[in-house]
């Protein structure tokens, strides 16, 4: 499970870690008999408690029941939450591997149907200039826009989630405050998740051969902090929150608005609350 | 501008992570190989468990076949998995819900029930070496015998029932191994191009196609190398084996096709975009036409025409090669065809496969041919032509 609240810095961590590891060494050494293997599971608590990992301390993960509001009214397409989603969960820096992504949907004069792209379209890419850096081009310029809206994307942490009804091994797992988790420890890479997932929400990882997705930055949120992508959203169309506390930000979005989700015939009975998409989103 | 990684090109929109397509052409192989383990098998228990004589000089090749392209099945899987060596990952800690779960198990018992039927059936050969063959092959079929050198009437008939009892059981193993792979397509709703009921059959009955068409081409092909005749009956009978089956394959497939259309769920468009854009070659030409068309025409024509001899031969091995390829294809255009179109209803991913690489095209058919390979040595120590002492039908049947 560590795995999947992995602290933003690496570096921090592997410090740590090798500090509780010597600690360890130190206690099994210093002490004698009992009293080494006493400080020995000291020193591996301590080790753990030390690199701010789950488990939290005192996180009771049965007091709480997250969820995910987006207003789309509100985004306006600056992708700080994607750049900050990247660094904080380490996803790899190109145009197509994502944990949370932007759409862009624009309706033109005498269309129907909207035109949707994202960062991985190659005109997007152009205009960042790097497969690396997000930014949406500015292609409808000389055209005549009826409608446009960005739509945030992410995992929408299902109740049903079919990602998890696939896993043959059970590595990815629904904990008890509703957020859907991999343990990275335990994946076998198979990539059935990733084909289950009906929102393109799984991602590969390639470079550690397992399947990867949005946690809701879950070692942040137990921590009482913000996932890293609200946090930095400058409009406020990222909600989180705690739907057990009936004034938590959830809380009142879901109250206060007429709230819609994607996909909602297949079952998988998402807790990522929508307000102002529309019929075209997918 | 920087390109990161190797990402699959597309047109409309697609989700993002969708431009690597998760499944590659391992994927192909490995129902492919599944599905000719089944077919192989369903050759095999046509004799062994029916009696239908006429299968007798092809039923020891069927086992040996099916047995060596079990041995090839789950190395498609490993060499695809992110962490190979958690694998056996699954038959630890199976997660039950998952279509996948059972593979592992699934796989196990019926390679375990395949070289038991195997051993069975060569035990009189192997006795036979194990007491007179050269050195130092006497000793591997000493070791094979397992102490048992008793081939009187009594140790034959209670093989002979061991034999039946295996291939009875084998034939719902080795076709729910198969259906059961069409299941881990059709029971996923995110894809729609897979999301059917009809799935599980359609790869069932394109699995005991392809057997049979296999077996087909190995035969004769061993028959010429052998410099001995084919024999007519048996390829006959397997022609028709093959006319049948094709005939419920195709009825499930156009039936499978027709629903998806006629439904015309959300996202229809674009799979009748993809359809007819680049499904047109790799299904409409190669598997429909060439592969499914064109041999059923053959075949139906040598059954009406009463086509005997040489032209038979050469017909129905034909036919049976242009099934083998549609049967890929078909593999292909599922596995493949499922992950082109997109899970956001208005775009298309294209996959291009690597030549080199542990997921390339290489590797992918070194493992299409390594069955081949293994089956050419097993008929060296096992060969499946010995009719003198191979146990009798009759008895396996009552």
């Known amino acids: 499970m560590n795995d999947t609240t992995k602290p933003p810095s690496d570096a921090r961590r592997a410090f740590l870690s090798q500090l509780g590891l010597a600690a360890t060494y130190t206690g099994a050494v210093a002490g004698l008999g009992a009293l080494g293997v006493a400080q020995e599971s000291s020193a591996k608590s301590k080790s753990s408690a030390a690199t701010e990992s789950f488990p939290t301390p005192d996180y009771d993960w049965t007091k709480h029941q997250w969820a995910f509001g987006v207003d789309a009214t509100k985004c306006i397409g600056c992708l700080r939450c994607v750049e900050a989603c990247k660094r904080e969960n380490g996803v790899a820096g190109d145009a197509h591997h994502f944990r949370t992504w932007v759409e862009r949907y624009v309706y033109l004069e005498g269309e129907t149907r909207a035109r949707v792209d994202s960062h991985h379209d190659p005109v997007n890419i152009e205009a960042s200039g790097s497969e690396g850096e997000y930014r949406f081009a500015n292609r409808y310029k000389d055209a005549k826009v009826e409608k446009a809206f960005f739509v945030p994307k992410l995992c929408n942490h299902c109740t049903h989630p079919p990602c998890v009804q696939v896993c043959p091994v059970g590595a990815t797992y629904r904990t008890e405050d509703g957020v859907v988790l991999i343990d990275h420890d335990y994946c076998i890479g198979c990539r059935y998740c990733v084909q289950a997932c009906p929102y393109g929400a799984r991602l590969f990882n390639e470079e550690q051969g397992v399947s990867d997705k949005c946690t809701w930055c879950y070692h942040r949120i137990t921590k009482g902090l913000q996932p890293a992508c609200v946090e930095v959203c400058p409009v406020g169309a990222r909600v989180f929150g705690d739907l057990n506390d009936k004034q938590s930000p959830i809380s009142l979005f879901v109250r206060n608005n007429r709230v819609q989700v994607l996909r909602p015939e297949s079952g998988n009975a998402p807790n990522v609350f929508y307000v102002g998409i529309d019929k075209e989103v997918v | ?398």
């Not at chain 2, 990684?5 to 992570?17: E, I, K, L, Q, R």
């Not at chain 2, 392209?69 to 199976?94: F, K, Q, W």
């Not at chain 2, 819900?97 to 059936?121: P, R």
Request: proline share 6%; aromatic share 14%.
């Open chain 2, 1 to 398: 501008m920087e390109t990161l990684v190797h990402a699959a090109p597309f047109t409309g929109y697609v989700y993002p992570n969708e431009t690597i397509i998760p499944w590659t052409v391992l994927i192909v192989v490995y129902p492919y190989l599944t599905g000719l383990v089944a077919g192989a098998f369903t050759v095999s228990s046509m004799y062994q468990v029916f009696g239908m004589e006429r299968f007798k000089p092809v039923a020891h090749l069927a086992l040996l076949t099916s047995l060596c392209c079990m041995l090839v099945v789950p190395m498609p899987l490993l060499l695809h998995l992110g962490h190979p060596e958690r694998a056996l990952n699954s038959m630890i800690t199976p997660h039950w819900t998952s279509a996948f779960a059972i593979f592992g198990y699934a796989a196990g018992f019926y390679v375990i029930l395949l070289i038991l039927e195997t051993w069975f059936v060569y035990r009189p050969f192997i006795v036979q070496q194990a007491q007179a063959g050269k050195r130092p092959l006497r000793w591997f079929y000493q070791l094979l015998s397992l102490g048992s050198y008793d081939l009187s009437q009594k140790a034959m008939s209670y093989d002979r029932k061991w034999i039946f009892t295996l291939a009875v059981i084998g034939i719902p193993a080795a076709h729910g191994l198969h259906g059961y792979i069409g299941f881990v397509f059709g029971s996923l709703k995110a894809r729609e191009w897979w999301s059917s009921d009809l799935m599980p059959l359609v790869f069932l009955f394109s699995a005991i196609i392809s057997g049979t068409a296999l077996l087909i081409v190995i035969y004769v092909l061993s028959c010429r190398l052998r410099k001995v005749p084919v024999d007519l009956p048996c390829l006959k009978g397997m022609a028709y084996a093959l006319w049948g089956f094709m005939m419920f394959t195709l009825l499930l497939e156009g039936v499978e096709f027709a629903s998806l259309v006629y439904r015309g769920r959300e996202g229809i468009e674009i799979i009748m975009e993809y359809v007819r854009g680049p499904l047109l070659i790799t299904f409409f030409v190669l598997q429909f036409c060439v592969g499914s068309v064109i041999p059923l025409t053959l075949l139906s024509y040598m059954i009406w025409r009463g086509t005997s001899g040489r032209a038979l031969v050469a017909g129905v091995t034909t036919c049976a090669t242009l099934v083998l390829f549609a049967v890929l294809m078909m593999r292909w255009n599922v596995v493949i065809g499922g992950q082109e179109i997109a899970k956001t209803g208005k775009g298309l991913v294209d996959y291009q496969p690597t030549i080199g690489g542990r997921e390339g095209l290489l590797a992918a058919a070194s493992l299409v041919v390594m069955p081949l390979i293994l089956l050419s040595l097993a008929v060296k120590l096992f060969p499946p032509w010995e009719k003198r002492l191979t146990p009798s039908p009759e008895t396996n049947a009552s």
